[in-house]
């Protein structure tokens, strides 16, 4: 799309439609092109006819067959396709046969095709002229009764060159690889002979002749044995030659000679071209058996724990007891929800050079497939446009075809600072992707390069780098004075608003009602690089906003994307990353396209999540900021099960699965359908006949419009068995349904239909202007699905929960991808208060989904989510509620120093053996974990501190909050974590900002402090018999000290001082619950203290 760089707004509901000096490209011409094909029968080459093109003789599913195997099947045999079973049609100059139509002189495949009923059509043939329809009215369209669009007889209808183009594995450059109906293997696309005879004539009988001389014709078929024997020697005549290809270095001669090897076409496809592009690394069997048999020691000695402790009240101390039995228990149930989703854990690798070898043949156009990226931002001066930009940069600047990718940035708050920034940025790239690309430098965000602490010139031999390096770095730096400069004029709004460039006024002057807004920066034919090059499309986006309606945040942001990204670019695939993540690998999008396109298990894929990784966090990190157990623990674990969750950001998806569409599922085997019963069942027996009479009457019926993809082999397109597309269900699907779920834009249902992505060549940008305009229009969502079948699912601030969640309900599976240099970088919150504000955000998100009908625990039965996922999933919801228990449990330490009361009896010799293999139980488990995830004792130990600290606050405020929004209909807002830094090396670290989150941990803090000092004054008082007793207390009260270790320097800060404020607060909320105590203390006797006699005479 061309808006030759000007700013597209407007408002669907309104009317309004803003199109600022810009022009209408040229329609876009196809060229229509065949080649040569083998037939699969008696390996003869299918001739071309005298229209010049290639013999096609079934049009379902093209099976390559020449054409006197064609007229001898139809004559002879069933009159059927060996790969698809459907009837073969008469050709035009082939005899009639018994069952053909009536109709003289016609050609049955001409006819085939009847654009005034979609039927007929594939899922993207079928989707473009509906699109065709909408946007070219008076172009000589219209629509029959039922309202699908067809084309005037009249007339020459555009679409008539849009049927799809049978290729048969030569692709012209001119051709997109969304026309092509039936892609074959480049291993079926030559043959070593030639028909002689010319078969114009029908009047010549053809002489039948056996396909193999030396087999009965009559007996000779696909599914017979004949025919599994010769798929056999045709598998072994490749192995052979893959075999003298990886030994040829020892041959010297052979059979094969070394021109011969390397011309043989089907080389490619035997060797690498044919692996599976990625591969499972299981855990070795010597880390991961003793972990399992860790597990249930300790679910064993857990058993024998609770029946130690419910058996052995505290008499004195009931309430103490029995208060801290139950959360016990309560712990051990998390335990289970977080443990046993990590039995399965495995890990992944890629092969990028396969991935080449498959989709990128030297001399022809990529055929990887297209990737649009989502950038979302809310406000620059929170998220400061510097970081922005470097991440739309690295974008740019990827490893990948640069017609293949398109940057789209949600600009949420319709701020003109990011408008100006994206421009800016825009011209830097014109420098900036080419300097990448030429010395293939890591990472391609300019401002973690330039600052990179490494020896820059390794593995650099150009001699020009140093000096061009140096330039780059000059112009970076004058690119950071404009964009600083921009920030400097944002601070103050003028009175009257921003007004553009030319004076016109900025549409987004009032951030709560504006149109929306779109800017295509780069993209179009008048920009390129700074060396001619092509670069990515860069689309500015801002959705219409207006009092009354609900824009649900980032989820509602994410949704509009999706939309106008499907009106203009309309990629298969989709990558979102939060403003802060840039692209640290640039071979990022081909590691999950080793995963979304393996031919193999890449249809059932919905999304391949990274793990995110972080800067500018200190060495220690003391809050457990890159949450390392959690990326290399958990999910992991997640990965051998259904897939991990979707974080939010960092994640490939393919758009079918966000459109809710269920996961393809295969064919039950012949074998599995009805034998469940011995064949002497009358009643099974009976019922088994019926059903199968019944299955093959449906096959019959049944039409199968398969694509097959270019890279499957011919044999596993007979074996995979998929039914039919998830687009061939909706195209079959009223029009007013498909409204009803997706919205009335014509355009976007047309393009949900096409899976492998793509735009019709016949449609004018400013049609499709308009179209973008309307999909992101504040009303465009009312009575659809938007939100709760379709796209990122609403109800909850942490959407990415609940998406993932939906998928994974639909049947789909996702994967955890983690290569060798980390896919994304981004800053995270190193302040202590900014870091509770965050986890209470999350804690919030998981709370309300807990009150909603998505709650795992009830929701998703009967689809296709793997039991132990649902434990995950249960687990990351249920998590805010161990709050309550946690800040109980971590009171009893204070309360027993106090009081003198403790919450076990005296200790017998049992107990301290199940004590002792509890704690040893858990040790070996974090041991065992730390080994096959990789995580060191640090990162280890930071996360069980801030498991306490943000459980007790953060997650304590979280359960509240949710309850009053869920429960009371108030309202909470969360704030945006800061993404920038001041200047000096983790120096926010140490700032301290006031947040009520701070006041809970810090009065456990105080009150546990004072319980040890108070515990030991009384040991002191009372002599050397207290001792004992008192250490079982002393040991629990110094187990929260150290949880609470962290926090407490953060409160110190640099300055090693506590701020006054908090002081002030902690103590008073102290002193007020310990005079409580005193005034109350529940667990003392109501007839006052036991007193006893000394037994000493004091006379």
């Excluded at 439609?17 to 699969?40: H, P, T």
Aim: charged residues 25%.
């Amino acid at each position: 799309m061309d808006t030759r760089g000007r700013l597209v707004a407007g408002s669907h509901n309104r009317n309004e439609f803003i199109l600022i000096n810009a022009d209408e490209n040229g329609r876009i011409k196809s060229v229509k092109e065949l080649s040569g094909q083998m037939c699969q029968i008696c390996e003869d080459e299918v001739e071309i006819t005298v229209d010049g093109e290639l013999f096609v003789a079934c049009n379902e599913c093209a099976f390559p067959v020449c054409r006197p195997c064609y007229e001898y099947e139809r004559r002879e045999g069933n009159q059927a396709c060996p790969q698809c079973k459907t009837r073969y049609k008469r050709l035009k100059g082939s005899p009639r046969v018994e069952g053909d139509e009536e109709e003289d002189d016609i050609d049955d495949l001409d006819n085939e095709f009847d654009y005034g009923n979609l039927n007929g059509l594939g899922p993207q043939e079928g989707a473009e002229a509906m699109l065709s329809s909408h946007l070219n009215s008076g172009r000589g369209y219209h629509s029959n009764a039922s309202g699908i669009p067809a084309v005037s007889a009249h007339k020459t209808s555009p679409l008539s060159s849009e049927i799809p183009l049978l290729t048969y594995g030569e692709e012209d450059s001119e051709i997109s690889s969304d026309r092509h109906a039936l892609i074959v293997p480049p291993f079926m696309a030559h043959g070593n002979g030639s028909h002689s005879a010319s078969f114009s004539d029908p009047s010549i009988p053809l002489q039948p002749r056996p396909m193999v001389p030396k087999k009965d014709i009559a007996v000779y078929g696909y599914g017979s044995v004949a025919w599994k024997d010769r798929m056999e020697d045709w598998k072994k005549r490749q192995n052979d030659k893959l075999q003298v290809v990886k030994h040829q270095g020892d041959n010297d001669g052979g059979n094969f000679g070394g021109n011969e090897i390397d011309d043989d076409p089907d080389l490619p496809m035997m060797d690498e071209g044919r692996q599976p592009l990625s591969r499972k690394l299981p855990i070795p069997s010597s880390k991961i058996n003793p972990y399992r048999m860790i597990i249930i020691l300790r679910l064993v000695i857990l058993g024998l724990f609770f029946h130690y402790r419910l058996l052995h009240p505290v008499k004195d101390a009931y309430g103490l007891w029995l208060t801290s039995v139950i959360c016990e228990i309560w712990f051990a149930v998390s335990w289970i929800l977080d443990q046993f989703p990590k039995w399965y854990p495995i890990e992944r690798e890629t092969y990028l050079e396969r991935l080449s070898l498959r989709y990128e043949k030297e001399g022809k156009p990529s055929e990887l497939a297209s990737v649009d990226v989502f950038v979302s931002t809310v406000d620059p001066l929170k998220e400061p446009p510097l970081i922005t930009a470097n991440t739309v940069l690295s974008i740019l600047a990827v490893d990948y075809p640069v017609d293949k990718v398109a940057c789209y940035v949600s600009d949420d708050g319709a701020a003109m600072l990011t408008f100006e920034a994206l421009s800016e940025t825009s011209e830097f790239a014109r420098k900036w992707v080419p300097f990448c690309k030429k010395f293939n430098i890591e990472p391609r965000a300019p401002e973690w390069y330039f600052s990179q602490k490494m020896d820059y010139l390794k593995n650099k031999v150009h001699p020009t780098f140093v000096r061009e390096r140096r330039a780059m770095k000059r112009e970076y730096e004058e690119f950071k004075v404009k964009i600083n400069a921009l920030v400097a004029t944002a601070q103050k709004v003028p009175e009257d608003g921003w007004t553009m460039q030319d004076g016109t006024p900025w549409p987004g002057n009032n951030v709560r009602d504006h149109p929306g807004m779109i800017q295509v920066f780069l993209g179009h034919s008048d920009v390129c690089d700074v060396e001619g090059n092509e670069l990515p499309r860069l689309i500015y986006v801002s959705r219409e906003k207006r009092p009354g309606f609900d824009h649900h945040k980032k989820a509602g942001a994410m949704n509009a994307l999706v939309r106008v990204s499907a009106v203009i670019s309309n990629a298969p695939y989709l990558l979102n990353v939060d403003c802060d993540h840039y692209i640290n690998n640039s071979k990022a999008l081909r590691e999950a396209m080793c995963f979304m396109m393996d031919p193999t298990s890449g249809k059932k894929v919905c999304y391949v999540q990274f793990p995110q990784r972080f800067d500018g966090i200190d060495r220690h990190d003391r809050y457990s900021n890159r949450n390392v157990v959690f990326f290399d623990i958990n999910m992991k674990g997640l990965d051998g099960l259904q897939g991990p969750i979707y974080v939010g950001t960092g994640c490939v998806f393919r758009k079918q699965a966000l459109y809710g569409y269920d996961a393809p599922a295969k064919k039950k085997s012949p074998s599995k359908t009805c034998n469940c019963w011995p064949k002497w069942c009358c009643l099974c027996c009976g019922s088994r006949k019926d059903k199968n009479a019944k299955t093959k009457k449906e096959k019959k019926k049944k039409s199968k419009h398969r694509e097959a993809s270019k890279q499957i082999h011919a044999l596993e397109n007979i074996e995979e068995g998929i039914n039919e597309s998830n687009a061939e269900k909706s195209l079959s699907m009223p029009q007013m349904k498909l409204e009803k779920k997706f919205g009335q834009s014509p355009v976007f249902i047309a393009s949900a239909h096409m899976e492998n992505g793509g735009v019709p060549k016949n449609v004018s940008p400013a049609s499709l202007l308009k179209e973008a305009i309307q999909v992101i229009s504040c009303g465009y969502e009312d009575k659809t699905e938007w939100g709760k079948e379709v796209g990122w699912i609403y109800g909850s601030v942490t959407e990415d929960i609940l998406t993932g969640f939906k998928m994974h309900c639909h049947g789909w599976r996702s994967v955890y991808c983690i290569p060798k240099r980390p896919a994304f970088k981004g800053s995270a919150p190193i302040n202590l208060s900014d870091r509770l504000h965050q986890v209470l955000r999350w804690a919030l998100g998981s709370v309300e989904i807990f009150l909603s009908r998505h709650c795992p625990i009830w929701y998703g039965y009967g689809g296709g989510l793997n039991w132990l996922e649902r434990f995950s999933y249960i687990n990351s919801v249920v998590y805010p509620w161990t709050s309550i228990p946690l800040l109980v449990y971590c009171t009893l330490p204070a309360i027993c120093l106090l009081t003198g009361q403790f919450i076990v009896p005296e200790i017998s010799n049992y107990a301290s053996l199940v004590f002792m293999a509890l704690f040893i139980s858990i040790a070996a488990t974090g041991i065992l974990e730390m080994q096959w995830g990789g995580v060191g004792i640090d990162d280890w130990w930071r996360n069980e501190q801030f498991w306490v600290i943000g459980g007790v606050s953060s997650h304590l405020f979280a359960l509240i909050q949710g309850l009053l929004k869920v429960l009371g209909g108030v309202s909470t807002n969360f704030t945006v974590t800061s993404k920038g830094a001041d200047d000096g090396e983790f120096s926010e670290l140490y700032i301290f900002k006031w947040t009520s989150l701070l006041i809970p941990p810090t009065t456990l803090l105080i009150m546990n402090i004072v319980g040890v000092v108070v515990g030991v004054s009384d040991a002191i008082n009372n002599g050397y018999d207290s001792w004992g007793p008192l250490f079982g207390r002393l040991f629990f009260a110094f187990w929260v000290i150290m949880h609470l270790y962290p926090f407490l320097k953060g409160l110190l800060g640099k300055q090693d001082r506590m701020p006054t404020i908090i002081l002030v607060w902690s103590i008073l909320l102290a002193s007020i619950l310990t005079l409580m105590w005193v005034r109350i203390n529940p667990f003392v006797s109501r007839d006052g203290p036991v007193l006893e006699v000394c037994g000493l005479n004091c006379d």
